[in-house]
T-cell receptor, first 116, second 111 residues
Framework: GAVVSQHPSWVICKSGTSVKIECRSLDFQATTMFWYRQFPKQSLMLMATSNEGSKATYEQGVEKDKFLINHASLTLSTLTVTSAHPEDSSFYIC????????????FGPGTRLTVT | RKEVEQDPGPFNVPEGATVAFNCTYSNSASQSFFWYRQDCRKEPKLLMSVYSSGNEDGRFTAQLNRASQYISLLIRDSKLSDSATYLCVVLNSGGYQKVTFGTGTKLQVIP
């Protein structure tokens, strides 16, 4: 149990375009979802935390208007990278909590974004 | 001081060896602690939660020392398949869940 899916798994887009990444909890209701970014050979960096039905809480240094997060239901959260630039190229991973153990996070497989 | 600190390694150990990692955290009010394993280019996977009383799962033992604000992970009888990066995770809840990852400790088990 506690499966989280992410779509797409990888995407290549041109500079200036927007990309939407979906994160779904498949077999549990995710009261909280997290979005992370990971650059090569670095650890995960938390970008934002979102609770269903409320605005996301962004970490310091993360631009709210650039990384739009929507957590419309207990099973779906989306991250939209607006006006993407090459420096946004990264591995984006979502996680969800709210499964059997409220404090355990279950990670999606990640989305590799390349902006050309 | 970083919120969560780990020795990045790499730790190169022979098969069958016992290896231990430590992770220190700065917020004394931190509530929950976890060890995750991350293979190259993959998402992290939960290895084990760390309870105040300690937690053992097969060859893996996790300990929490609140007084000194660190958690540890001990791996006995290392296998080649244990080669990965081990991430320490600290969770604080106060209004919303705040999750902080350590930078990870890389383990390479050598034949």
């Amino acid at each position: 149990g506690a499966v989280v899916s992410q779509h797409p798994s990888w995407v290549i887009c041109k500079s200036g375009t927007s990309v939407k990444i979906e994160c779904r909890s498949l077999d549990f209701q995710a009261t909280t979802m997290f979005w992370y970014r990971q650059f090569p050979k670095q650890s995960l960096m938390l970008m934002a935390t979102s609770n269903e039905g409320s605005k996301a809480t962004y970490e310091q240094g993360v631009e709210k208007d650039k990384f739009l997060i929507n957590h419309a239901s207990l099973t779906l959260s989306t991250l939209t990278v607006t006006s993407a630039h090459p420096e946004d190229s990264s591995f984006y991973i979502c996680s969800a909590s709210g499964g059997r153990d409220l404090y355990e996070q279950y990670f999606g497989p990640g989305t590799r974004l390349t902006v050309t | 001081r970083k919120e969560v600190e780990q020795d990045p390694g790499p730790f190169n150990v022979p098969e069958g060896a016992t290896v231990a990692f430590n992770c220190t955290y700065s917020n004394s009010a931190s509530q929950s602690f976890f060890w995750y394993r991350q293979d190259c280019r993959k998402e992290p996977k939960l290895l084990m939660s760390v309870y105040s009383s300690g937690n053992e799962d097969g060859r893996f033992t996790a300990q929490l020392n609140r007084a000194s604000q660190y958690i540890s992970l001990l791996i006995r009888d290392s296998k080649l398949s244990d080669s990965a990066t081990y991430l320490c995770v600290v969770l604080n809840s106060g209004g919303y869940q705040k999750v902080t990852f350590g930078t990870g400790t890389k383990l390479q088990v050598i034949p």
